[in-house]
C-alpha cells in the first residue's frame, strides 16, 4: 500500500499549487480520501476529503472557497487545487485514505493509509 503526496513547493501570497495524492496496492474505488495538514507547533488539521465516489466533498471552514479537491478513479489519484493562499497554509500536507462506501471524515484517527507528506511553503 503507498500513498505518494507531489506538487508541493514554495508558492506566493495569493498564488496556487495543486497536489497530487497517488494511490497504490488497495482498491482505491472503495476508499474516500482525506488530506490533512501539521504546521510547526500545531495540532493536524483535516483540510478536505472527498468520498469514494467522488460524489460529495467536505471542507474545513480554514479553506472553503480557496480549495477544491478532486480525484480521478481511473487514475488512481486525488487531486487539491489551493488557490489565494495565504502564509496560514504554510505546513506539511498529507492524504490519506479510508475504507468506506458514503461520506467521509475529518478525523485523522478514522483513516488506514498515509502518505509521507509534502511541504507548502507560502511567503510574501
Known amino acids: 500500500v503507498q500513498l505518494v503526496e507531489s506538487g508541493g513547493g514554495l508558492a506566493q501570497v495569493g498564488g496556487s499549487l495543486r497536489l497530487s495524492c497517488a494511490a497504490s496496492?488497495?482498491?482505491?474505488?472503495?476508499?474516500?480520501i482525506g488530506w490533512f495538514r501539521q504546521a510547526p507547533g500545531k495540532e493536524r488539521e483535516g483540510v478536505s476529503c472527498?468520498?469514494?465516489?467522488?460524489?460529495?466533498?467536505y471542507y474545513s471552514d480554514s479553506v472553503k472557497g480557496r480549495f477544491t479537491i478532486s480525484r480521478d478513479n481511473a487514475k488512481n489519484t486525488v487531486y487539491l487545487q489551493g488557490n489565494s493562499l495565504n502564509p496560514e497554509d504554510t505546513a506539511v500536507y498529507y492524504c490519506?485514505?479510508?475504507?468506506?462506501?458514503?461520506?467521509?471524515?475529518?478525523?485523522?484517527?478514522?483513516?488506514?493509509?498515509w502518505g509521507q507528506g509534502t511541504q507548502v511553503t507560502v511567503s510574501s
Open positions: 490519506a485514505a479510508d475504507r468506506r462506501y458514503s461520506g467521509c471524515s475529518d478525523d485523522g484517527s478514522r483513516y488506514d493509509y
Open positions: 496496492g488497495f482498491t482505491f474505488d472503495d476508499y474516500a
Open positions: 472527498i468520498t469514494s465516489s467522488g460524489r460529495r466533498t
